[in-house]
């Protein structure tokens, strides 16, 4: 498996637009791509700390598609609602180290 972690800071003034926007119009978008099992969003609670966000793929090709494809459109939509520009990485997902998670995933 492999992750994607964006990281950035936003606007905790939108909190619940922003929660919304994901829900309607980013989840469906993920939903639909092949590879895509989860995301993980992790808010702060502190106005200017930043924001994580770890999406979950089967395949490392089928990340690097979204990420060239689809993750333009992705970031526009949730531009508005960022105060600072999105910096992301890609990481091999070490699953004997969280056998439990890849469980509840599969199921």
């Known amino acids: 498996m ?3 972690i964006l990281e950035f800071i936003p606007r905790l003034e939108m909190k ?3 929660i919304n926007l994901v829900k309607k119009e ?4 993920l ?3 092949t ?5 993980l969003p992790f808010i702060p609670e502190l106005k200017d700390e930043k924001m994580i966000t770890v999406s979950i793929w089967t395949e490392k090709a ?4 979204y990420e060239r ?3 333009p459109k992705v970031e526009e939509i949730l531009k508005p609602y960022l105060k600072t520009p999105m910096v ?7 699953t004997t180290l969280c056998e439990h998670f890849v469980q509840t995933l599969a199921a």
């Open 35 to 39: 590879g895509f099992l989860e995301i």
């Open 26 to 29: 980013v989840l469906p978008i």
């Open 88 to 94: 992301f990485g890609n990481y091999t997902l070490e």
């Open 62 to 65: 089928h990340l690097e598609r």
């Open 31 to 33: 939903k639909k791509q």
């Open 16 to 18: 619940e637009e922003f």
């Open 2 to 4: 492999f992750a994607r």
């Open 69 to 71: 494809e689809v993750f």
